[in-house]
């Protein structure tokens, strides 16, 4: 909970604001931008507000501060907030929201799909917490949980317990520990099903694995993602904890695959057409080498 004696001075006075313990993990501003900004190594409110709707995304991001960092002045209801999630983005792919501190803020997502298809998977773990298990729950539940990297697991074991559904993740991630049900190996894609492509892309971590659904969206994990200031896509080489070297072959196998989504775990959501998509991925290739 926010505690107002520890509301950050870049903060805009008004209802709403971001206390000291900040990590800086992006979500509000991502979810919020009108309210939300980077003051340097943290986030703070910048303007407060007006509007029924910009009130409405300031309560998703406060929902979904994985450090419970965001707060209200007065007792505000975010019922409303907490119904938003899980938030549609594209057809059947929707934002979890409920980010996890143990993942940095890192976002999950839910792909919506009927049993006869292979049913809903979750990618990487959201903040295990009743409201969002409701909302899964209601929308079919999770029949795969598909992990990208160790990094963004979180409360993936309560998850896969409560809705009894095997997990999927690299060995080289430390798969064997965390009893994963179903263990990717080696760096050739791996066809989950008619729909979703299971593609390891070592480097962020020695088992990084990104997911391809339809040829359309690829879910990234830590691996790409857009960056809004450079208005390129980017790999994290500052956060490239294993080899920058692997990470950037990864990158180029990824030209052999068409998207048009990318939806990371950290940095910012892109969609363009998918020759758009491919010269902007051959150009991040270009930049890592």
């Known amino acids: 909970m926010a505690l107002l004696d ?3 001075p870049d903060n805009v006075e008004g209802e709403f604001f971001v206390d000291a313990s900040c990590i800086d993990c992006d979500a509000c501003r991502q979810i919020a931008p009108a309210t939300f900004r980077d003051h340097g190594g943290q986030s703070s409110v910048h303007a407060q507000p007006l509007t029924d ?28 907030a907490v119904r938003a999630f899980p938030e549609r983005i594209v057809d059947g792919v929707h934002f979890c929201g409920f980010t996890a501190e143990a993942s940095f803020g890192a976002w999950s997502y839910l792909i919506v799909r009927p049993e006869h298809l292979g049913g809903n998977v979750l990618v990487d773990s959201p903040r295990f917490t009743a409201p969002l298990v409701r909302q899964l729950e209601g929308m079919g539940g999770v029949s795969l949980m598909f992990l990208t990297h160790i990094d963004d697991v979180a409360d993936h074991a309560r998850f896969a317990a409560h809705f009894e559904c095997p997990r999927m993740m690299h060995a080289e991630d430390g798969a064997a520990g965390l009893g994963i ?13 008619d729909d979703l492509v299971c593609l390891p892309t070592p480097g962020h971590t020695r088992g990084h694995q990104v997911l391809l659904y339809r040829r359309r969206v690829l879910f990234t994990g830590d691996h790409l993602a857009w960056s809004p200031t450079r208005r390129r896509l980017i790999g994290f080489r500052d956060a ?23 939806l990371p775990g950290h940095g910012r959501i892109h969609h363009a057409p998918r020759d758009v998509m491919r010269e902007a991925l051959r150009a991040c290739v270009a930049e890592m080498r």
């Open 6 to 8: 520890r509301r950050l």
């Open 53 to 80: 709707e910009a009130r409405q995304r300031a309560l998703m991001a406060l929902v979904a501060c994985p450090t419970a960092s965001i707060g209200t002045v007065s007792r505000v209801d975010a019922r409303a």
């Open 240 to 262: 490239c904890w294993y080899s920058w070297a692997e990470q950037t072959r990864s990158m180029a196998r990824l030209l052999d695959h068409d998207f048009e989504w990318v």
């Open 181 to 193: 049900e179903r263990v990717v190996k080696g760096t050739t894609a791996v066809p989950i099903d």
